[in-house]
């Protein structure tokens, strides 16, 4: 049962659709400026910002998720945006131990959609970096796989795409609207997509972050992927209705049964 709760906690962490907070950030609340349309993509990089998130499978809490864009940087001359994920694992269940790892993007900002440059893994804790590593050279339409630092791949690539992780931004440019979408995905060595339904539905839902109920939008979709412990087929997300979009929730499915991540502190402050 250890083996199953420790990788199923990195497994899920790896594809929720979801950096520690500076120490000048202050807590923030829901802001309305706009509400009836969702942000753009420069709207949401005037802010930086940073999210915690728990996450729950059953009646094991198995740690926390914490999500920023660190930075804007340079890639082979090219200029982006680095978008950070740390996952760190409850380590009082038992014999699960102290599990860390970064997830990491730079990707390219457009006028319109995001699209991913560079994605790789670190195990922290373990000491081992680069763990997997998909590079997107969109010059040569490839993309190149390695793991442990050695090459492993090279896959046909046909269109902007993402390792999965830059949902939790491309998704905030749709919640909201009508717009259905999807998002092509290249994960274990292999090419799939994630297909979204967006909604106007709205329903108030009550959150740690915040100090009363906010009003969400609903999203569904499937993820017709093969993805890591049997992860895929239906999830559900919601989006605070407000001028940025904030992901609050998430519910995906494994071959094990549901898991949830919930967003439990949020944080901006305007980006220098």
């Not at 893994?121 to 373990?126: A, I, Q």
């Amino acid at each position: 049962m250890t083996h199953v709760v420790k990788h199923l906690f990195l497994s899920l962490c790896a594809l929720s659709l979801l950096a520690v907070s500076p120490a000048e950030a202050q807590e923030s609340v829901p802001t309305y400026q706009h509400p009836e349309r969702p942000p753009t993509l420069q709207e949401l990089l005037e802010w930086k910002e940073t999210f915690t998130y728990n996450v729950k499978y059953s009646f094991f809490n198995l740690g926390k998720v914490q999500t920023t864009i660190v930075q804007d940087t340079t890639y082979e001359g090219e200029h982006l945006w680095w978008l950070r994920t740390k996952i760190i694992s409850n380590s009082s269940i038992p014999f699960m131990g102290r599990e860390e790892n970064h997830y990491n993007t730079f990707f390219v900002e457009t006028d319109s959609l995001p699209h991913t440059r560079l994605y790789w893994r670190d195990n922290v804790d373990e000491e081992e970096f680069n763990a997997e590593r998909y590079d997107f050279d969109y010059e040569r339409q490839k993309v190149y796989f390695s793991k442990d630092g050695e090459p492993e791949d090279t896959l046909e690539l046909t269109e902007p795409s993402t390792s999965g992780q830059l949902i939790f931004y491309y998704s905030r440019l749709l919640a909201g609207t009508d717009q259905p979408y999807s998002l092509p995905v290249y994960l274990e060595a292999e090419k799939g997509y994630i297909d979204v339904n967006n909604t106007r539905k709205t329903e108030t839902r009550e959150y740690e972050a915040f100090p009363q109920g906010v009003t969400t939008y609903y999203t569904d979709g499937n993820a017709d992927i093969d993805g890591p412990f049997g992860f895929s087929g239906e999830f559900k997300a919601w989006y605070l209705a407000d001028d940025l979009r904030i992901p609050l929730e998430a519910h995906a499915r494994v071959w094990l049964g549901n898991v949830k991540v919930r967003l439990i502190d949020y944080k901006k402050e305007p980006r220098k």
